[in-house]
């Protein structure tokens, strides 16, 4: 098991070799920040790929998952389109982000050297599929997508309703 006192060793190498390697901020902390290479200007609804200027080697049996700030999400609207990105132990190229800018009226501008998102590493099994004609029944059974309803008691806020929990862009 690793933690702060064990932790994994993984192998990176820096296409860019002026910023830090992804670091964690705290100890306990599960994911590693990585930064943008370049600048960016995000539209309302736009995307980019942006380059980390990191390319990593993990160990077999092992995934790293590209997850978003929750800063970044509160305050500016930025997610990932592909939430969480999956880097694959065999991936040798640069680690890319793929952000969205989900807010409906403001542009989010990025700098070089910004954290603009968090690389978590995690143990991941590998399967052996067995095909089936009936699968053992279970409790769920197919139930989903709201099966165990209660979804009426979800409030949604208002648009333009200000949530005070969230620091303002100024605050960033
Ligand atoms: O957010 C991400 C997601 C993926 N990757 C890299 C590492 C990963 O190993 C590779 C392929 O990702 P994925 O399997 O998600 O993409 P795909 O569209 O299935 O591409 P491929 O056909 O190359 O597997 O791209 C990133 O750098 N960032
Ligand atoms: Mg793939």
Known sequence: MSSDLHPVD?????I????PVPAYEHPGDAGADLRTTVDAVLEPGERAVLPTGVAIALP???????????????????????????????YRGEIKVIVVNLD???????????????????RVEKVRFHEV????????????FGSTGGHAAVSIPA???????????EGQ
Request: hydrophobic content about 40%.
């Open 10 to 14: 993984v192998l990176i190498r820096r």
């Open 16 to 19: 860019d070799e002026d910023l």
């Open 60 to 90: 077999d049996g092992y995934a790293a998952f590209v997850h978003a700030r929750s800063g970044l999400a509160a305050r500016c609207g930025i997610a990932l389109v592909n939430a969480p990105g999956t880097v694959d132990a065999g």
């Open 104 to 122: 409906p009226r403001e542009r989010v501008v990025f700098h070089r050297g910004d954290r603009i998102a968090q690389l978590v590493v995690q």
């Open 133 to 144: 004609a009936e699968l053992p029944g279970s409790a769920r059974a197919a139930g989903g």
């Open 159 to 169: 648009a333009g309703q200000k949530d005070s929990s969230v620091p303002d862009r």
